[in-house]
């Protein structure tokens, strides 16, 4: 078999091949393995296309081959639409011939039962060989400006799909068939469209690296199941942003669950979603939450640069013909901490100038007058060039179903300003939403998707590089530190902790200690991460003699619970303005992460916490302190002290460089309490934990 002259790149293998075989094609055109052949037919596809059935000679009314060592050269891409017992066989075809690219339709490829894993074990015996694998359970990849159309998913029988910029890569195959059928609906069209399926070999973010560079593609979507090779995805993200491509995305699993209790609380509160919350933050990815705004997000996105976060909340201006309409917008951005403000009174004093009568409140709603084009367009004009807002949105009523040219036109002709300007259409009003679209406003259907795309534009991080270490990631603890060894480290990072004396209860003599009366007696032991839990600690004990006491009533609650207690640490009772939690932890798939939380006996019953990825800055670690509603009482509340917030900040970003510590590999750590002191005088550790790999 002839090979084609060179090797095409990952790029045009999955998405503009010249050549592809369609291995089990079928010729029943209602067969989903019948699909792809006519698809790429109807999409006017412009390559070979060679069906391979061995029990035809041809396959609807193409000529067919038996099998791929039949074909006259290699192609490019091969779908592989056989079923799931003769895909692996049909793959390892694939490599020895030098197909550069493999589809998989079929599933059955997990790590749940043993034949699942039999044959992921032998797909993943192909590495090496050149060929990189799609899915398996991938229903394909689509080029719609290439007319590339690899796949078995029943939308795509629909005829003249709009062309756009838009790229979507997901997690689930069907559900790309209701993005595009849904953009079609809405004159929104995509560039291209990959279901990843399983991602054996290529990853999510591997793929999407490989479309950086077309020309064709200005934004992605992506339809996130969990976060999978993380590090693949955090790459794509940062180049995406360097050329200026967002990225908005939409993920399932939000529930309240956490994750399995790790060794700390850090592990149950940085659930499953809590780590992808933060990792998708950090790698500046635009999180919505409803599944209509995923469609609808990337224009706005595309308008608003990503900030670094400030004490300053982002601030929203509404113009309105309805106040009903435009209160459910200000409800959905108020429960995102996006403020929808009043024009200052200079702004106020424009827009009077302008001819436009409006109430001074958040709303400026302009009732019937805003139905006349110069009205809403003074009104909007005035909004846009006001330095108090961040952003405008117009809440359309209902002319724009009854008169959708003249509804929408001010709104239009406004939208080329720098500052982003969206709409929310209150009616079902599909041609002024298409007008809209076609105008490249964003605009939006429901308020609840209007303020969720709001909130994910201007809350958007710029993505934060990966801090450089080739250590292995482990997620799990095989060795835990005892108290003292766990201060030493943290100290050498820089986390300061209350003095602390290890003693053993066989001691003889008098306990000289280097701090004065009351102490806190604690059960030293590397098998004990919640000491309080077994009746480890005795606080303000006020003498020698209550300090032997202590430690015998101790050793008795251990014993009673069958843990052996001869040693104990003693420290100064430490006081402070509050209490907060410091955790550090390694998630199998997005890495390290730091976490600030309220702390004490409170931490898991508040949840109230802060994420990010390790190691951070001082910035980011500030901006942490700054998310926790906790802190406040750390700034001045009802005039109590300021609280040392640098020295906190600090404290952050100390422990986050666990992530980077040389000889020792930490994959859980915490500080509860973390005792915060009045400004000046630091934060103080008064009980630490490490877990080593």
């Known amino acids: ?60 009314g193409e000529p067919a081959w038996p099998s791929l060592a039949a074909l006259p050269a290699v192609p490019d891409h091969a779908f592989i639409l056989t079923p799931t017992e003769h895909a692996v066989d049909a793959a390892a075809e694939c490599a020895r011939i030098g197909v550069s690219v493999a589809t998989i339709l079929a599933s059955g490829f997990s790590e749940t039962d043993a034949a699942g894993r039999k044959l992921v074990a032998d797909l993943k015996t192909l590495r090496g060989s050149g060929l990189r694998i799609l899915g398996p359970s991938s229903l394909g990849a689509i080029n719609l400006h290439r007319r590339t159309v690899i796949t078995a998913n029943a939308a795509f029988a629909e005829p003249d799909l709009p062309r756009g910029g838009t790229f979507v ?15 079609k ?42 976060i999978r090779h993380a590090g693949d995805l955090r790459r794509f993200a940062i180049d995406a942003a360097a050329r200026g491509k967002p990225v908005v995305a939409y993920k399932l699993g939000r529930s309240t669950a956490a994750a399995e209790l790790a060794l700390s609380h850090t592990g149950a509160l940085a659930g ?32 608003v640069p990503a900030r670094r976060p400030g004490p300053a909340a982002a601030r929203i201006g509404l113009v309105t013909t309805t106040g009903g309409g435009a209160a459910m917008v200000v409800d959905e951005l108020a429960m995102r901490g996006i403020e929808v403000v009043a024009p200052s009174a200079a702004t106020y004093a424009r827009l009077g100038a302008a001819g436009v009568k409006a109430s001074h409140d958040r709303i400026t709603d302009l009732t019937l007058a805003g139905t006349r084009y110069e009205v809403m367009k003074a009104a909007l004009d005035t909004l846009l060039s006001a330095p108090e807002f961040d952003a405008v949105i117009a809440v359309i009523g209902s002319s724009a179903r009854f008169q959708p040219e003249l ?21 079902e009003a599909p041609d002024a939403l298409n ?37 292995h990631i482990v997620s799990s603890p095989t060795r835990q530190l005892d108290e003292s060894e766990a201060y030493a480290l943290l100290a050498k990072l820089g986390v300061p902790h209350a003095p602390a004396v290890a003693i053993d209860i066989a001691a003889e003599g008098s306990v000289d200690l280097p701090f004065a009366y009351p102490v806190a007696v604690k059960i030293l032991s590397a098998e004990i991460a919640h000491k309080t839990e077994i009746g480890g600690v005795v606080l303000n004990v006020g003498s020698e003699a209550e300090l032997r006491a202590a430690m015998h009533r101790i050793a008795g609650n251990a014993n009673a619970r069958g843990h052996a207690a001869s040693r104990f ?24 992460l730091v976490l600030l939380a309220a702390g004490g006996i409170y931490t898991e019953i508040y949840r109230d916490r802060s994420i990010r990825l390790a190691p951070v ?20 509340f009802r005039n109590k002290p300021q609280g040392d917030m640098e020295a906190l900040a600090q404290a952050i970003v100390a422990m986050s460089r666990l992530a980077l510590e040389a000889g020792v590999s930490v994959v859980d750590a915490e500080i509860n309490p973390l005792i915060v002191k009045p400004a000046g005088q630091g934060v103080v550790a008064v009980d630490a934990l490490v877990g080593l790999a």
Request: net charge negative; hydrophobic share 45%.
């Open 617 to 636: 800055d001082l910035e980011t670690a500030r901006s942490m302190i700054a998310e926790l509603a906790i802190t406040r009482i750390f700034q001045g």
């Open 169 to 183: 890569a997901s997690h689930s195959g069907s559900l790309l068939g209701g993005l595009v059928s849904r953009g």
């Open 185 to 226: 609906a809405r004159n929104l069209g995509f560039a291209g469209l990959v279901s990843v399926g399983n991602e054996i070999d290529l990853s999510l973010g591997e793929i999407c690296s490989a479309t950086l560079d077309d020309p064709a593609i200005t934004g992605y979507m992506l339809f996130l199941e969990s």
């Open 1 to 60: 078999m002839p090979a084609e002259a060179t090797r095409p790149t990952l790029a045009q293998a999955l998405f503009a091949p010249r050549s592809i075989a369609l291995v089990g094609a079928s010729d029943d055109a209602d067969k989903t393995s019948g699909r792809p052949l006519q698809y790429l037919r109807r999409a006017g596809y412009e390559g070979a296309i060679y069906p391979i059935n061995p029990g035809r000679k041809t396959v609807l």
């Open 435 to 471: 007008m809209l679209a076609a105008a490249g406003v964003p605009a939006f259907r429901t308020p609840e998707s209007c303020a969720d795309a709001m909130s994910a534009a201007l809350l958007r991080r710029p993505p934060a590089a990966p801090a450089p270490s080739s250590k």
């Open 569 to 592: 640490i003693v420290q100064p009772m430490t006081s402070g303005l509050g209490e907060l939690l410091l955790g550090y932890r390694v998630d199998p798939e997005a890495g390290p």
């Open 407 to 427: 509804a929408v036109k001010p709104v239009i002709d406004s939208g080329a300003q720098a500052k982003p300007l969206a709409a929310f259409v209150v009616p």
């Open 272 to 303: 499953e979603d809590d780590v992808a919350a933060a990792f998708l933050a950090d790698c500046g990815i635009a999180r919505i939450f409803n599944f209509e705004t995923l469609l609808e997000a990337l224009p706005l996105v595309q308008r």
